[in-house]
T-cell receptor
Framework: EPEVTQTPSHQVTQMGQEVILRCVPI?????FYWYRQILGQKVEFLVS????????KSEIFDDQFSVERPDGSNFTLKIRSTKLEDSAMYFC???????????FGQGTRLTVV | GESVGLHLPTLSVQEGDNSIINCAYS??????FIWYKQESGKGPQFIID?????DKRQGQRVTVLLNKTVKHLSLQIAATQPGDSAVYFC????????????FGTGTRLTVIP
């Protein structure tokens, strides 16, 4: 069964460092997303990406965040200068079309120390 | 952001009983709804979806009911099993704009053996 894969599963980084979270969406999907979940809280929308550009971004997705689809398979989230409050689970998701469900990866747990 | 909320943060049920998890949404432009299950340390997993032209949809042991008049969504799980213990999120998708998926707060379901 096709699945969204994310690496690494856990990333520990020092405050101020840059991190790149990687995702491989399902191959024939066209819509890509990043979500964040702080421990014990709800899943928060960060950004959506379609046709090689950002469709929408939330207030959380400030200038420290960027996304890229460098090739036909990877979808990355970069945080330029991490803050303690960036510690969370980050989920990548993809959808085949506007009228289908989103499939989520298992997440990357980011810990900023 | 969009407002999707849940009535109860926790729910405990006896194994074998039926579970009902409720969700309220506020945006009348939402026309596609999804229930996700999230087990500890994992990403959200699709359970069932429903479109706004339907009132009810059934899956294997799960039923989703949609009441557009009061903007209410519910997930019914029949004969709840220990493996159903998880956090359940409803999510809404607006068919306007970037067509993003927004999550509610989540309900933690605990099944008592």
């Amino acid at each position: 069964e096709p699945e969204v894969t994310q690496t690494p599963s856990h990333q520990v980084t020092q405050m101020g460092q840059e991190v790149i979270l990687r995702c491989v969406p399902i191959s024939n999907h066209l819509y890509f997303y990043w979500y964040r979940q702080i421990l014990g809280q709800k899943v928060e929308f960060l950004v959506s990406f379609y046709n090689n550009e950002i469709s929408e971004k939330s207030e959380i997705f400030d200038d420290q965040f960027s996304v890229e689809r460098p090739d036909g398979s990877n979808f990355t989230l970069k945080i330029r200068s991490t803050k303690l409050e960036d510690s969370a689970m980050y989920f990548c998701a993809s959808r085949a079309s506007r009228n289908t469900e989103a499939f989520f990866g298992q997440g990357t747990r980011l810990t900023v120390v | 952001g969009e407002s999707v909320g849940l009535h109860l943060p926790t729910l405990s049920v006896q194994e074998g009983d039926n579970s009902i998890i409720n969700c309220a949404y506020s945006n009348s432009a939402s026309d596609y709804f999804i229930w996700y299950k999230q087990e500890s340390g994992k990403g959200p997993q699709f359970i069932i979806d429903i479109r706004s032209n339907m009132d009810k949809r059934q899956g294997q042991r799960v039923t989703v009911l949609l009441n557009k008049t009061v903007k209410h969504l519910s997930l019914q799980i029949a004969a709840t099993q220990p493996g159903d213990s998880a956090v359940y999120f409803c999510a809404e998708i607006l068919q306007t704009g970037a067509n993003n998926l927004f999550f509610g707060t989540g309900t933690r379901l605990t099944v008592i053996p």
